[in-house]
């Protein structure tokens, strides 16, 4: 029978760029970090293709999944011996904060959409799957690693240990906008990230803030409605999003026309079939995609080729903002015409698509609320105390875009329907 | 005929964590930034394994090599005027700047030392070959390409332009160390970089220092001696190497007895046969690099999968400090006895066979050394000003580690052999 | 003759932890910084009680000053070359900019209410009259003095200068959040400074934005209203702010009365007679002020030593929320019972007393609002771009709070008048 | 009787610029904040002239103790549990660290020399005297004052509770690197705090480091050197130094001389006389000294009025490396010749005047040596392990310079005598 997991026999650390140290004392966190499931977010960065506009993001989901349990840690000193704190749920927090990713694919984005797979499923599966995660997880006991799962599901039933993970402020969000704005660096994701954990307080139906911290509360808020708007909604990102998952739909659509590849194609025939199996799901990473990208420059098939020539060497796609619905059934017709197949090159994309959960309370939301608790014991919900927060709520602010290419537009032959598309585009 | 470039009708910048903004005004340079071979370079980490070090050590040659760039610009603009300075110079030390790195390969260092093959040579070739980046350099003229190819390769002339790039305290250095500290988040990379610039002045012979600045250059000098033993030089980051090395080793040495792999070899056939192409060599990254490793995990050769899951999955080798010949020679042995192939299996690294150019004046050296500019008008050179760097100049200090897999030793079945190789390895 | 001002043989620099350098080429700038009447400014705190709450805030005004000249010149560098930019204003606006504060006395916000006198009158009469910074002015010409008070006094004809030094966004403005939240340590007042000033455009009308550059401004906004209710409406520096208007109210009574103090008042009696002269202006600074409040803790006066004694040794005054008019009457009339006059011991005050000037477009605003230039050349004022800035433009927070002395009224004989305070106090 | 000393009911923060937030959860340590004697330190700069230089150095001892008290409170939570560690020491400890500087006057250095006092005989008799500080310690035991004290004086048995206030890498110097480095904005002060604290032990003979820490102390060590030489020496601030210095001789001269101050002396009579009392003292400040400069600048002495005004319009003296005896001589002569009296017109400095005590091993120290624990138990004394503080400890650098005022001899009347000073000074 196994050892129970306990205290590591001396405390370990990496050093963080953005917490500067990363404390680990307990063993099952050891463990966890060193299986091979783990690693493997070392492979997936954690803003995609964002890269491509912020040539400093290249950090991985592993640094920043080490950067929710750091925090998560923290938060456990502060709620450490407080009444309504059961320091029995620790490990299961902590295990939870660390693996709340692990499930997440190369480029999850475009990816999940064209597969039609879910990251959290594979979290789900790869906590309670044959895998070395799981191995290290029943060390806890038997349910352990549905209880993991059930956190990061927010199915579990304490509603205070799903909070720390998802909520609107939990520390998920606070390492990734601090992180994001290390690595891009850009100033708008900084808070006073010490100063929020001081004033978390543990309550039965989540974590709630103490209302002197409300100014700070407010700036974190601020700071992710910037990071939204100047990194991860950035047009720039967005064209090369949209040429990622035209490549993707293109591979799929030739696949399932009987195309023969000319190299063998491994790791995408389970995808394109829809039968990926776990182990395949773990083997594929960022450097697994861009090998086929690089090996798909040379395939005959030319839309192909050319959207992963554009992939691989950053020459995206141009963009305005959205025209008429009668100029975009006008501009398709003269793609066509002029031989350039709209499904690959005239893309719209709108920035609610992406991930967007701003604050507004009211909506069907997946994360908690943000709670203040007033000197006199009263809980108040943020946008209800605070002028700045209430202002952003309301509003959904969306950003519509046309995507195309425009030195092959430029290169048209015939010259009135080249003219006619950039009348379009650039009036 | 090609239009000469000029200037950008509207500035370009790039946000840069360490530098704040990169500027870009030439059009030449922007060009040079969009070709696919610059743009590899995303595709190769600054500081190849130490990522499995410092997490926060994944930013590529890319980042680097902008980084360079911007700091000779802003060389350029304290130059721009001095009498000693001319400047139709100007965009040539910014292209050498910018590619000085262009040749380099995945994981550079265990790479060229396999493979036999030299990234300098790499660089000259994708400069004066058929590249993208040689169709825009020659729009400055027939011989620009390989004048820049020249100031890379320190044969250039002009010795001033060649110290700006290649200097014990040049601008690839000098971005080096802030951007490898800034990522790994240790504090030791930090120097003054405003204040040297401020202080550097041409001469024919080279970039001086006005002396005022002295210590200024002390503190850089410090930087690189503390990054080079806490970061560059790191047992965990050697460890990683040691391992990769060998994988290349066996892979190369299967490859030459006429294994059989399971997958094709597309990129690393020509390189094991010795006669790598340009075209094959810039296709390679260490995406590419990664996905032939985690399909290697999978074949019959069981040091070859043994080591590659030892990578990806970073189950690396132990340490301890070297051990006598005689050990080595006994070690040697009780390995083979227990059927643990030595060859891969028990491994000697010195740091000083990384690339260590600390400061030694006297030695043969490949960089100039550091000049100091006395408000007398006499030049002098560092080490004769200064306690500090003299105190370290003259002395190169040799890290020698054993490298083995501890827990193979520990699973061994022989417990007589498997004793005594644990009382030589932890005597 | 004197001779004209130009270049200095070498640019000086002064090292700044704010802006990391601060340089000048100018000699009438460098010959500006050495005059006294400048020079008195290190004296002269920039926060004025604010360090009685925030430790780190000692900075002075000399150093802001410092800051805001820095702030132009790179504007100016910016602008040169521009057509809407005249050059030969440039030496004016850096004036301005390093002398726009010049007339500030010790703890002014205080210090002028209670003496009728303006720092704005100071600065115009330091610039203009018989001083050491006028002898420098003139250099320039004789009517460069008045030139340089105009554009301080916003009565100058060019807009674009004036907008420079007073707008909702000049260089004042941007200095001192940068540094008072670099003093202070709140993380608040941050924001892209680089940003900003790359988008800054000339009009004929002002100081225009770059809409693209709207983000940036949005976060600087953010940051003032944060920085305005974290620091500078903070009610502990507000406690410390009444008690010294308490102390010169008092002096000045006693004075009236024709109370004899212990010590010469040298300093001190024009200033209650109210007819100071530039030359006692000048002298007075904070040393010498709290100088007098160390003697008069020794004075026979009651209430003048002990408020002496409080301010001196932070025994500060409690506050709680503002009570109802009818409350206020009653504590009046207790306080009276009790002995302790309610005039030095009971004391409202109101954030918005505070010189507030928070973006309220449409409101009689002395400071110009802020205008964004879009891509197609219209110029849009930003509430109406912006959500965020329209959210908090239109209102005005108030923050009422009721300060007295707690530890005496916990001393007070009569039990029943004490309960009936405190019964009111902390309902 | 008094209430023995707790927690306080919620621990008080601090907003700190270089430790981010001070922690207070101690009721002794609270009460003694609040104390009029520490309040004092507010107004004593921790840097003394150097904000003439510096112009960001206008941060107070206040803050200082403060930083040396959190830093003590971080070890405390270090050593807490370990078996060489008395948790009961820890109150003793954390009041030496925030007392430590309490005796400190205004300009100590010059201040101290001149009229032969001793700040540490001040920090006793705070500490021991009829001071609010010791009533307040006499609440945790008679004798507790007494010992503070002690320790302070490193006179405490107890060498580990010393060895935290007073060694080579004690709180006071871990907080002064920091914060001197953050408030004058130089970057040689930064080092890796968190990381030497984390490596510290507690040993019966003080404090060790584990030598896996020994890079970050010998960055410490540099940093040291590199600010004494950067900062703390800096010829301009030496030269402020001197002026004052200077002042007060001549004020101490005059005054036994029997001149008559045109206005009273209150403060500085005892002082001149001798005899300052403990109360007066503390009366002392830096606003009221500069009160008196202020005020001497129209003294009808002509020398004292032109000293107050240097320093307080920072006319400062110009200086030049030393010259030899022989030319010091006939300088001397030569400023006599032209009645400018040499003693306080021409004055040598050197750095090691100052309290320079760096590294030393093998001298008579007044602090402890810094001892690195091995792996194997071994104690090892640092320069023996590192090769750049061996190289920095042995050697003592000193720098003597000539002050003089540069435009007095400019204006010098006698063109034979003035060429004569000049061609020694200016050769």
Same mark, same amino acid.
């Given at each position: 029978?196994?050892?129970p997991?306990?205290?590591? +026999? ?14 680990v004392?307990?063993e ?14 070392r ?5 995609g ?10 950090h ?12 998560t ?23 939870a904060? /660390?693996l709340h990713?692990?499930? +997440? ?17 594979f ?7 044959d895998t070395? =995660?799981?191995?290290? /997880?029943?060390l ?10 059930? =956190?990061?599901?927010?199915t ?14 939990d520390?998920?969000r606070?390492?990734y906008?601090?992180?994001?704005a ?25 974590? =709630? ?7 700070a ?18 047009? =720039? ?10 490549i ?13 590849f000319?190299?063998s194609?491994?790791h ?13 799901y773990?083997r594929?990473?960022e450097?697994?995609m ?11 098939d030319?839309?192909?080729?050319d ?14 903002d ?9 501009l398709?017709?003269l ?5 350039l197949n ?9 920035s609610s ?13 997946e ?6 608790l ?10 209800r105390e605070s002028?700045?927060?209430?202002a952003?709520?309301?509003k959904r602010?969306?950003? +519509? ?27």
């Amino acid at each position: 029978m196994a050892k129970p997991l306990g205290q590591l +026999h001396e405390e370990k650390v990496f050093k963080d760029p953005v917490h500067r140290y990363i404390h680990v004392r307990d063993e099952l966190i050891w463990k966890l970090i060193g299986t091979r499931e783990f690693q493997r977010l070392r492979r997936v960065r954690q803003l995609g293709t964002t890269y491509l506009t912020f040539h400093g993001a290249e950090h991985s989901r592993f640094s920043h999944s080490l950067g929710v349990y750091e925090i998560t840690r923290r938060i456990m000193d502060i709620f450490h011996g407080r009444d309504q704190w059961d320091d029995s749920e620790r490990l299961l927090v902590l295990s939870a904060a /660390l693996l709340h990713d692990v499930g +997440h694919g190369p480029f999850s984005h475009s990816f999940e959409k064209v597969f039609g797979v879910d990251h959290e499923e594979f979290s789900r599966d790869i906590i309670t799957g044959d895998t070395e =995660v799981n191995s290290i /997880l029943r060390l806890m006991g038997d349910d352990f690693p549905h209880k993991v799962a059930d =956190v990061i599901a927010k199915t579990y039933p304490n509603k205070l240990v799903v909070s720390l993970i998802s909520s609107q402020i939990d520390a998920d969000r606070m390492d990734y906008l601090l992180r994001d704005a290390y690595f891009t660096g850009v100033s708008y994701g900084n808070f006073d990230i010490e100063r929020i954990l001081r004033v978390m307080r543990p309550t039965e139906d989540g974590v =709630v803030i103490k209302s002197s911290g409300m100014h700070a509360v407010e700036d974190y808020i601020m700071s992710r409605y910037q990071m939204y708007w100047q990194v991860y909604f950035h047009p =720039v990102t967005r064209s090369a999003e949209v040429i990622l998952s035209r490549i993707l739909h293109r591979a799929k659509e030739l696949y399932e026309d009987g195309y023969v590849f000319r190299e063998s194609l491994t790791h995408f025939e389970s995808l394109f079939k829809g039968n990926i199996s776990l182990e395949d799901y773990i083997r594929l990473d960022e450097g697994v995609m861009q090998h086929y990208f690089l090996l798909w420059q040379d395939e005959r098939d030319e839309i192909l080729s050319d959207l992963c020539r554009r992939f691989m060497n950053r020459k995206l796609f141009k963009y305005v903002d959205m025209v008429s619905i009668s100029d975009i059934h006008e501009l398709y017709k003269l793609f066509e015409e002029a031989g350039l197949n709209p499904k690959y090159y005239l893309i719209m994309d709108s920035s609610s698509d992406l991930p967007y959960d701003f604050y507004r309370p009211g909506e069907k939301e997946e994360r908690l609320p943000i709670n203040l608790l007033k000197p006199n014991g009263e809980i108040r919900e943020l946008s209800r105390e605070s002028d700045v927060v209430e202002a952003i709520s309301g509003k959904r602010r969306t950003d +519509h875009k046309l995507y195309f290419p425009s030195e092959l537009i430029e290169a048209m032959d015939d010259e009135n329907v080249k003219q006619k598309i950039k009348n379009i585009l650039y009036k």
